[in-house]
């Protein structure tokens, strides 16, 4: 002890006490903080206290690069409430790739429909989810009845009118 003491006086502190700014090996010293008090005890935050699953969902996500996929996502599911229940309840999103959004409508009156209110429909979803989630509509109208039955097919014209 007593050579600790004499090393301590030759540098010009105190032993125990230490220098402000100085730090324990690998870490870094809290201003403000008794440095002998134990630094898990106490009032005031520490990154190991319970945090709201809110939060830790949405660090996670931003660490884990989600997030994109998550706003992709929500395009989905909250389809209704970003257009309108009577759009929402004609038109079903299909695909979301590269910002292209692909909507097929229930009839082609429809279709024409959001093709017309397309700009609308793009600023309402950029609000709701976030700007560059979707850039542009592709808007689809119902498909057509396929003639095409049974395993085997034969290339050619289809069924036409034979009766002359």
Do not use: C
Not at 29 to 37: D, I
Not at 69 to 74: I, P, S, T, Y
Not at 78 to 107: F, K, M, Y
Not at 128 to 147: E, N
């Amino acid at each position: 002890m007593q050579a600790a003491k004499e090393r301590a006086a030759a540098r010009g502190t105190e032993p125990g006490v230490r220098r402000p700014g100085a730090s324990r090996v690998g870490r870094p010293e809290r201003s403000g903080q008794n440095p002998r008090r134990r630094r898990w005890a106490g009032p005031g935050f520490d990154e190991r206290d319970p945090q709201p699953f809110g939060r830790l969902v949405s660090n996670m996500t931003t660490q884990l690069g989600w997030s994109a996929r998550l706003a992709n996502g929500r395009v989905f599911g909250q389809w209704s409430t970003l257009v309108g229940a009577e759009i929402a309840e004609h038109a079903q999103p299909v695909s979301l790739n590269n910002g292209e959004l692909t909507v097929r409508a229930s009839s082609t009156a429809w279709a024409t429909q959001l093709r017309l209110l397309q700009r609308q429909l793009l600023a309402r979803i950029a609000a709701g989810v976030g700007h560059g989630v979707v850039t542009r509509m592709r808007i689809q109208g119902p498909t057509a009845p396929s003639w095409r039955k049974g395993p085997k097919h034969i290339p050619g014209r289809g069924p036409r009118d034979t009766y002359g």
